[in-house]
């Protein structure tokens, strides 16, 4: 059984933003960014809310961005 992650008001209004428009998302490292995205992608997948082969969806850090 898979229990469900306990996500923070902020980023439960990042994986529920239903507009359809780019989303860009930035925070600190190790606030769970990807996982927000991966839960997002996952439920608007599911929904129909969201085709994934038009969806762009890229993560990096500072050092690999230099």
Same mark, same amino acid.
Request: net charge neutral; aromatic share 4%.
């Given at each position: 059984m898979v229990s469900e992650m306990k996500w923070t008001t902020d980023?439960?209004? =990042? =994986?529920d933003y239903?507009?359809?428009l780019d989303l860009? #998302?930035?925070a600190a490292a190790g606030? /769970?960014? $990807? +996982? #927000? &995205?991966t839960e997002r992608v996952r439920k608007r997948? =599911?929904? /129909?809310?969201g085709d994934i082969s038009k969806m762009l969806i &890229? $993560?990096? $850090?500072?050092? +690999? +961005?230099?």
């Amino acid at each position: 059984m898979v229990s469900e992650m306990k996500w923070t008001t902020d980023q439960q209004k =990042i =994986i529920d933003y239903s507009e359809n428009l780019d989303l860009l #998302v930035s925070a600190a490292a190790g606030s /769970g960014k $990807t +996982a #927000v &995205m991966t839960e997002r992608v996952r439920k608007r997948s =599911i929904s /129909g809310l969201g085709d994934i082969s038009k969806m762009l969806i &890229m $993560t990096f $850090t500072d050092l +690999a +961005a230099q």
